[in-house]
DNA sequence: TATAGTTGTCTATATCAATAGACAAATTTT
DNA sequence: AAAATTTGTCTATTGATATAGACAACTATA
């Protein structure tokens, strides 16, 4: 595995060192608990000075996933990323027990709006129809760990908000309208940089990465329910595709 | 969607407003083919100097997304991203069409190792066994979209990379040594910045980010023969999850 | 206790990133 | 032809990033 650093690059290199110790941590070339090689082995390693290895860890540290004490050492906390299960029958909650005591939803915001091209061709409703927008951030064990956008068609799901803010599931949101089962119709993949509102909801450190998932929810029959943009700090998530 | 901009993130201003140029572009908001709009117009939307949007512009230039014409404007060109099937069945090849006129697959290097903890796991040998490693980059009209790098054991699959080298195919590969039929076992997806081996081999501008997915191939009874990690350029393709 | 090893802090300097303003060059519109 | 619009180039200045070196503070070990 070649770990390097670009240079003049519009990313800094603490940022990018800071990003190949997670990334290290990851795939268990630092094991957890256990000291990070000292500032000076890690400069000579990525080949730039201690300070700018000192800026990662401050960095690191400052996100909670190292920590630092003086004599001693730098050690990686143990923080495992959550692997989310995702899939025709992925719900939020379903998959991640045994990985997070403590699971919830929290409803930000929703609004009743016209419909963008995007939202309308994904639910098949006309350009302009009235469509509630769900903002919401997933939670495991106090950490934010998703931030969904979702649309539902307003005429049938008048008060899914209020349903959501109440039960903080879609899933039993859903069936006080009389939607008992739904599937994944598709779900689409990509991955940036975390925007400003991602930043602050997600509680990321700025130049955090997010995967982005697009998806259309549909009932049995095939009627779409819910289109949803979901975005997941990379640092924290990661995602399981299962079969089926 | 909330256009936003974060300083002292590590992450230069111009390389986050490339970010979320390519983002505008890839959902829609600038239409292929038309007009950003001006430069100072630019500027205003993301609260920065002039000069920062153009530094932003040219990087974009640099790597092909963007015409700028002096006294018209500057042009968005037109090359979608390209949407990478994946799930159960997922091939290299199968899948694109329509999408690329001309791919392939290009074996860039092949040795043979001992087998790390994480390999050796996956493919259920014991640690120190001899694996073969492929590096392989996948392209598509000529451009590179994915860089994998697989593990297959090295005694069952001695020669394997002759046959990739000779067939460009992992799939017509396997079918030498008897594996008429696979299936993915497990995906785990990821995202991160580019590293810069991946930089040099997908011809990215660094501070780009790929999309990694982690996969393990089995025979249909069960059987572990492939273990891969793919990095997909994420400004280039999308990932669409097909159920089965 | 003395020594080596590690993180923490300070100063200084050089380079990159971002802002600011002015004007040139090319194109489109009036 | 003239004016307005837009991209291209230049100079100058400020702040963030990165390097370099020295030494303090703390810890573990010989």
């Known amino acids: ?107 930000l915001e929703a609004a009743v709006e016209p419909a963008s091209r995007r939202v309308a061709d994904a639910l098949s409703l006309a350009r302009g129809s009235e469509v509630i927008r769900l903002e919401v951030r997933g939670e495991a064990d106090g950490r934010p760990v998703s931030r969904a956008t979702s649309w539902f068609e307003a005429g049938r799901f008048s008060g899914i908000d209020a349903a959501m803010a109440e039960t903080g599931s879609v899933t039993a949101s859903l069936e006080r309208f009389g939607v008992s089962d739904y599937l994944r119709q598709s779900t689409v993949l990509s991955a940036r940089h975390a925007d400003a509102a991602d930043l602050a909801d997600l509680d990321l450190q700025p130049g955090a990465i997010v995967l982005v998932t697009v998806a259309v929810n549909v009932t049995p029959d095939g009627q779409p329910i819910q289109f949803a943009e979901t975005r997941f700090p990379a640092e924290r998530v990661e995602l399981k595709l299962s079969a089926l």
């Open 1 to 107: 595995m070649v770990n390097s650093i670009e240079r003049r690059s519009g990313v800094s290199l603490w940022r990018q060192i800071a990003d190949q110790i997670l990334h290290s941590i990851a795939i268990g070339d630092f094991a957890e608990n256990a000291a990070l090689p000292p500032e000076m082995a890690l400069a000579e390693r990525y080949g730039v000075n201690r300070h700018t290895v000192r800026s990662a860890i401050a960095a690191l540290v400052q996100e909670g996933v190292l920590r630092a004490e003086q004599g001693r050492g730098t050690f990686v906390l143990s923080r495992k990323r959550l692997s989310y299960p995702i899939g025709t029958r992925t719900r939020f909650s379903a998959g991640l027990q045994g990985q997070a005591s403590e699971r919830r939803s929290v409803l």
